[in-house]
């Protein structure tokens, strides 16, 4: 028994695969870096002023394409979100990760949706 298969547009798929992968790569990248900086102003918000120190200490930024790092510079920035015995907390980071933290799984779906049609998939 003998069976014969041709396949044809095999090159083109693969091609358009390629194309996704960087077009999702890509779109992922640049929502993250819009979610972190969404992040890092609205914990900059909470953040109590004194001097501004604190405020102007925090930040955002991609470490890799899939990799995000936002924190505070300032020693002092665990003090003052989880308290101490003599001061209270003034939580100003975990709020604003709670607010955000569930538009990142929308935001990633959008970025993967755009990188498809990008890649005519």
């Not at 990799?67 to 505070?72: K, L, P, Q």
């Not at 709670?98 to 990633?108: A, C």
């Amino acid at each position: 028994m003998y069976v014969s298969l041709d396949v044809t547009g095999v090159q083109e798929v693969q091609e358009a695969l390629l194309r996704f992968d960087e077009a999702m790569q890509r779109r992922i990248h640049e929502q993250l870096a819009q979610w972190c900086e969404l992040v890092k102003a609205a914990a900059q918000a909470n953040a109590p002023v004194d001097t501004g120190y604190l405020r102007s200490q925090i930040y955002a930024r991609m470490v890799d394409y899939w990799a995000m790092e936002i924190g505070v510079y300032a020693f002092y920035a665990c003090f003052v979100e989880w308290g101490t015995r003599h001061m209270a907390a003034q939580p100003f980071m975990y709020p604003a990760l709670q607010m955000y933290l569930p538009t990142l799984e929308g935001i990633l779906l959008e970025a993967i949706n755009q990188a498809k049609t990008e890649a005519g998939l």
